[in-house]
């Protein structure tokens, strides 16, 4: 299995970016049991979780992306998704995707994104 993320860039506060994390190698298992998730690690701190989907469709959010932030699936195309809305310059991190089946974690690379002031 391999996550490649794409989507990262540079924006001003206030714009919007969407990620994308595509999983190849999963074959029917993504949309029967895969659980996906976005983290992000900025400059000197800890990862940390921003938002995760279940096979269910159903999402969970950290408090500070809450209402701008949307996490998103296409089974069909394996893939998970990261709309950002409403961008503020403490949202600047490597973003990295996280997809969990069978009990087994797989990430990607990471994609920057830097949001200015």
């Known amino acids: 299995v391999q996550l490649v993320e794409s989507g990262g860039g540079l924006v001003q506060a206030g714009g919007s970016l969407r990620l994308s994390c595509a999983a190849s190698?999963?074959?029917?298992?993504?949309?029967?049991?895969?659980m996906g998730w976005w983290y992000r690690q900025a400059p000197g701190k800890e990862r940390e979780l921003v938002a995760l989907i279940r096979s269910g469709g159903t999402t969970n959010y950290a408090d500070s992306v809450k209402g701008r932030f949307t996490i998103s699936r296409d089974n069909a195309k394996n893939m998970v998704y990261l709309q950002m809305n409403n961008l503020k310059p403490e949202d600047t991190a490597v973003y990295y995707c996280?997809?969990?089946?069978?009990?087994?974690?797989?990430w990607g690379q990471g994609t920057q994104v830097t949001v200015s002031s």
């Open positions: 996280r997809i969990t089946m069978a009990s087994i974690d797989y």
């Open positions: 190698g999963t074959g029917s298992i993504f949309s029967i049991n895969a």
